[in-house]
């Protein structure tokens, strides 16, 4: 433990050394010419505390010494998970989906704005990690077909009236045409290039939005989109079908709920299939896979194709939501919060990004005080989690196993 | 014609300041293959850094009495400043990962240039910062056009700095350092050069050109802005690849191109979409020939 210390004891001291160094001329030069040191130090301060609990801890258990109270609780989890395991998978499912159906009878109107949300980004992660997770492809511009989708399901009601149920279909078909028009001139590129151009691809798609006048009211939005409506049985004066809007907000938390589940049954369906197999083959070698006789151009494609369509539905959704898009809600920011829900959970692993999406939705409601640091600890998050655990809080299960693995 | 010519000098003002950041791109992908996604970010932080330092030496009174030794003092220790950031960004998100896969290095990357910009936004204000003095007043008016004294001054400062990176790179052991790590890291490690100490340096040295670039587009516009660095790294990354990624006279010129393309199209085509064009420059580049104008072979895993 000692000689641990002191090998990490240096670096540490080093670094946060260097830390105060940053802090300090940011916020302790003033206007009136004069030096000061008290808020440099209180900030640094807490987080040299926050960072040497977190060392200590990590050492602590590193060396053995919080064996006695660790060694327990793991064999208490191992049970659990043992337990867990010895229930058939779909009878959690059955759990789970039964959980989120009586949700709304037991919780107020805040509670389902948030679990609305948590399964907006459901779709929206799920439908990324098609793309990241599954095909390898970093794509920084997701977000522009959460855009594509909302701007459908705007324009095609507020000047067409059209309803939402048709409009869905036809939102996801655009994002999915739109994830062609990005895929193909993008295709050739692997790896950061592909990032930068997907990036550029997203601004441009925003830009558009802010500058078309004509067709998206620019900065300003559209506003008076309809929420979904259905047709239900009416005996007043004569029996006919009545069309009413589902304005309440627990009937779109089960419309929001259903698009979810969709989208988890054909990502996991998608996954497990000969489709899914080729995009991990592509994923863990392009050149090997295309040997082995994958089509890898038209798979990359299907895979953006098929990530958007769900960020189309997501997005049409959210439209009859909030019933007002502007382009603010599709900005950079928007699409790396997704991709740290993904990376956050873990890529490829379809449990693992509900709950980062949970988390990463629920963790600032709850810490409402908090909520200017949101990014900034995205941002560290996302950062550590990539040095630490890479494969994120619950890892992939491979399909299969890897020659590899076998020989370990 | 003299509008042709008022855009061209305002293409070469800003290209320059693109070409600065570029470098810093290209000088990191020469020595790890990685893009540094937080360069952005170095460059926000040194605009902001000359405000501070600008302000203080207002404060204290020096500005009127040695404007010159003043501007000069903020330019340096910002670009230090950035140069000492970038190093610790170095070892925070690249070095713990110099074996992981090329996502993983991306995304921690990205992490950093997420949390350094939303730490300048904690510290200083969402708001815009404006820059407390005008470097130079007055402009030159020779037929119907107008260069203002500070598009010279940055043009002048551009060339100085890029022609001193190139003696830095092609005349001293250290650039030579440099340039034996970009090429094989571990032959070069074998002739007793500490990689880790070249990447760190590569890091600083950049981050000391974007610091630079802050500064100038700062006094240039006038104010700065925490999310300011976003933009222009995605322009200047689209510099650095038009003129071929790792090749350091490639920067410089993707630069000027860039700057100039988004003048002219603001200037002739569009104003609102200027930032587009940038973009489309990048795809077309890399969709028709990724190596740029100057770069040699890339291999197919790169691109």
Redesign the interface.
């Known amino acids: 433990m000692i000689r641990e210390f002191k090998k990490i004891g240096k670096i540490y001291v080093f670094?946060m050394l260097?830390?105060l160094?940053?802090?300090w001329?940011?916020?302790g030069?003033?206007?009136?010419?004069?030096?000061s040191f008290g808020r440099a130090f209180t900030i640094w301060s807490y987080i040299v505390v926050g960072t040497f609990a977190c060392l200590l801890l990590y050492l602590l258990n590193k060396s053995g010494y919080l064996d006695k109270a660790t060694k327990p609780m793991g064999r208490v989890r191992d049970d659990l998970v043992a337990k867990a395991r010895a229930v058939p998978v779909w009878i959690w499912t059955l759990v789970a989906l039964a959980a989120a159906l009586i949700y709304p009878l037991f919780t107020a109107r805040y509670a389902h704005d948030v679990a609305i949300q948590v399964l907006i980004y459901i779709s929206l992660g799920l439908g990324l990690n098609i793309v990241v997770g599954l095909a390898?492809l970093?794509d920084?511009g997701y977000i522009a077909f959460y855009g594509v989708g909302a701007y459908t399901y705007a324009l095609l009601s507020v000047h067409y009236g059209m309803s939402f149920w048709l409009c869905l279909p036809v939102a996801a078909v655009l994002a999915s045409v739109a994830g062609c028009l990005i895929g193909y001139?993008?295709l050739?590129?692997?790896?950061?290039?592909l990032?930068?151009?997907t990036?550029?691809?997203g601004?441009?798609v925003r830009?558009i939005l802010?500058?078309w006048m004509s067709l998206t009211n620019g900065p300003n939005g559209i506003l008076g989109i309809k929420p979904p409506g259905i047709y239900v049985p009416s005996f007043e004066g004569g029996f006919h079908f009545e069309h009413i809007y589902l304005k309440k907000l627990y009937f779109l938390y089960y419309i929001a709920l259903a698009i979810a589940v969709v989208t988890i049954v054909a990502v996991r369906r998608l996954n497990f299939s000969r489709i899914g197999r080729a995009w991990e083959s592509i994923r863990e070698d392009e050149?090997a896979a295309e040997l082995m006789g994958v089509n890898t151009f038209m798979l990359k494609l299907l895979a953006y194709a098929m990530g958007a369509v769900f960020a189309g539905l997501a997005g049409a959704f959210f439209a009859a939501r909030m019933r007002f898009v502007s382009p603010e809600s599709f900005t950079?920011?928007e699409s790396?919060m997704v991709?740290?829900m993904v990376?956050l959970g873990g890529m490829g692993s379809i449990p693992g990004i509900i709950l980062g999406c949970a988390a990463l939705i629920v963790l600032p409601e709850v810490f409402r005080e908090f909520e200017?640091?949101r990014?900034?600890v995205?941002?560290?998050?996302?950062?550590?989690?990539?040095?630490f655990r890479?494969a994120g809080l619950i890892p992939a299960k491979r399909v299969g196993t890897r020659s590899e693995e076998k020989e370990g | 014609m003299d509008y042709f010519i008022q855009q061209l000098i305002n293409g070469i003002t800003l290209g320059g300041v693109y070409a600065l950041i570029a470098l810093g791109y290209t000088m990191v992908y020469g020595v790890i293959q990685?893009?540094n996604f937080a360069h952005g970010e170095f460059f926000a932080a040194g605009g902001?850094?000359g405000v501070?330092?600008l302000?203080?030496?207002?404060?204290?009174?020096y500005m009127s009495t040695h404007p010159m030794i003043c501007i000069g003092a903020s330019v340096v220790l910002t670009m230090g400043?950035c140069a000492?950031?970038a190093m610790?960004v170095e070892?925070?998100?690249y070095k713990?990962?110099r074996s992981?896969?090329?996502?993983?290095?991306?995304?921690?990357a990205?992490?950093?240039?997420?949390?350094?910009?939303?730490?300048?936004m904690?510290?200083?204000g969402v708001f815009d910062k404006p820059y407390p003095i005008e470097l130079a007043e007055g402009s030159l008016t020779v037929g119907g056009i107008t260069v203002s004294y500070l598009q010279v001054i940055i043009v002048v400062f551009t060339v100085v700095l890029l022609v001193g990176l190139n003696l830095l790179v092609f005349k001293t052991r250290i650039g030579m350092a440099m340039r034996a790590t970009a090429q094989d890291k571990v032959m070069s490690s074998l002739v007793a050069i500490s990689s880790n100490r070249i990447i760190s340096l590569t890091f600083a040295v950049g981050a000391g050109l974007a610091a630079a670039a802050g500064i100038m587009v700062g006094f240039y516009y006038g104010s700065v802005r925490y999310d300011m660095g976003?933009?222009p790294g995605?322009k200047a990354?689209?510099a650095a690849?038009l003129g071929g990624i790792g090749n350091i006279t490639g920067a410089m010129l993707g630069g000027l191109i860039i700057g100039m393309v988004e003048v002219f199209g603001a200037g002739y085509i569009s104003g609102?979409?200027k930032?587009?064009f940038a973009?489309?420059i990048?795809?077309a580049v890399?969709?028709f020939k990724?190596t740029g104008i100057m770069g040699e072979n890339v291999d197919?895993?790169?691109?």
């Not at chain 1, 050739?188 to 290039?193: A, K, L, V």
């Not at chain 2, 302000?55 to 009174?61: A, C, D, E, T, Y």
């Open positions: 670094g260097w830390l160094g940053l802090i001329p940011m916020v030069i003033h206007k009136d010419g004069s030096l390898g970093l920084l001139p993008t050739r590129m692997r790896g950061d290039y990032a930068i151009v990036l550029g691809f601004e441009i830009l802010n500058n050149t950079f920011l790396a991709l740290s990376v200017l640091y990014m900034l995205f941002g560290a998050a996302m950062t550590v989690m990539m040095i890479p | 990685l893009i902001y850094m501070i330092l302000n203080w030496f207002i404060g204290r009174g400043y000492f950031l610790g070892k925070i998100a713990p990962l992981a896969s090329r996502l993983a290095v991306l995304l921690s990205l992490g950093m240039s997420i949390f350094l910009q939303n730490a300048m904690l510290t200083q976003f933009v995605i990354f689209a690849v609102q979409y930032d587009v973009f489309i990048l795809i890399l969709y990724p197919d895993t790169r691109v």
